[in-house]
């Protein structure tokens, strides 16, 4: 996969840092209808059940699980009402333990992911609740956390399951599954992080990933990495806030607080930190920008405060992700698209980015005092059709001088595999003494042998292109002064 981001420090650049009025925004998009779960507002009754396996000891009393929801940091609790902004409440009903009918074995398939197992988890969850419905309704609770006395495989896992007892028959209902201690790690005690992340997938949210084929990588949402700050005791792993995305699907984030450009425009807005309870007039929470030509993608932008409330993050900045409902991806912009958005996805002061899909640009602007920070995000026209681009050439290791394409927007034609011709000037005329082509995530090279070895101006020249009405400039480099062998 191509990188398709660009980012630059601009110097000098002043972003007003005040809004005095709010501005105008487009039509709200919806929250994605492709939660099942629909919107965790309000009261949210969850049964929370113990269950061990066949002649086996539980390594806690159930205490131990009322303190892990309970409504004190860091415990689930507290950290549902934290990342909701007060608009969910989490009312969890601890019970257990109940014996399983079977040993783990009889629940064994296949070999997961990292060595562990993977577990049958429909018989797991159905003899669950089968031990304990004497003593519960199950029609009183929207989901279900199973805790299991042995580790059961993997992490865990979450998102749609089945309720078997008192309905007329099974209806799917959201649900958690944890085995503890876990299979793989060092872990003794129950990581709040992975617990939060199967819980978010009962509430309907999905995986981000650092890159189109990175299922993971970023650590500034608990569908992904999970935590940051590990360990604090008596549980481990605290987890971070959810990104922006799956708060505005669970109706954590309303219509008002979410602004949408309008084509053609460039707006300057100022985004609350995610992580602040408060919203000060004025203000939004996230920008959703529709990426032109469709109604199943856009941009997301949020602002992140490190050192917040759930909120240890590698830094404080602007992030952005590119979310399909087509194909149920969402990603984070990373820039330097290793696989790992710790270090490459977030915006600071001057920084911006250019997504290629769209046109969209996004800039950072100063930080305030109370973690918040102005955005200016540009939404092309829709007739929109050209696109810049720029080259840069550099001296290597004093034998070959190696071509850059590192600013580019538009369509694929503009940055994937162009052709690049490198000129010396020769009796004042720019003569052509290599083409080649180049990408935005690699580099084309003009060696300095035979012909090219002599001391003299070096340039590099993108010739414009066409794309069906897609022009993509013509760009030429700085010259480059290169001494010879």
Partial sequence: MKKSFVRLIVAGMLVATLIATLPASASVIAPSSDNWY?????????????????????????????????????NMGDYWTTVSYGRMDFQPDVRGWYEMPRKLAFYKEDPGYFGGIYTNTDALTKHCQAQANDDVDFTDYKGAVYFFDKGIGNTG?????????????????????????????????????????EMGHGFGFRHSGARDDVEYGSPWDVMSNIAQGCWEEPFEC???????????????ITDSEVYVPEEGTTTTVTLEATGSQLLLPGRYRMIQAPIRGTETRWLTVEVRADG???????????????????????????LDQNGDAT????????????????????????????GSMSVTIYSPPRDEKTYERRVRLGLFGGLELRAHLDVVSGPKECYDQVRVVGQMKRDGDWVDVKAFRVDSV???????????????????????????????EQATSKPVWYEGL
């Fill in 442 to 472: 690699g580099f084309g090279t003009i060696h300095v042998y035979g012909r090219n070895r002599h001391r003299g101006w070096y340039r590099l020249v993108a010739p414009a292109t066409t794309s069906g009405w897609d022009t993509c």
């Fill in 157 to 197: 896992y979450g998102g749609p399951g089945f309720r078997y007892f008192d309905v007329s028959e099974p209806d799917v209902w959201s649900h958690a599954v944890m085995g503890e201690p876990l299979d793989w790690g060092t872990w003794t005690t129950t990581p709040q992080g992975s617990l939060a992340h």
């Fill in 38 to 74: 629909g919107p965790a507002v309000g009261p949210q009754p969850w049964i929370v059940l113990l269950c061990s396996f066949k002649g086996s000891e539980p390594r806690h009393e159930v205490g131990y699980y009322q303190t892990l929801f309970g409504d004190q940091y860091p």
């Fill in 308 to 334: 917040g409330k759930y909120e240890d993050l590698p830094g404080s900045g602007v992030i952005v992700h590119r979310i399909s409902t087509k194909d149920y991806s969402t990603k984070i912009i990373d």
């Fill in 343 to 370: 270090d490459g996805a977030l915006l600071t002061e001057g920084e911006f980015l250019i997504d290629n899909s769209s046109g969209i640009k996004v800039t950072a602007g100063a930080p305030m005092a109370d």
């Fill in 238 to 252: 605290i987890p971070v806030h959810p990104i922006a995305a799956w708060k505005r699907e669970a109706g954590w």
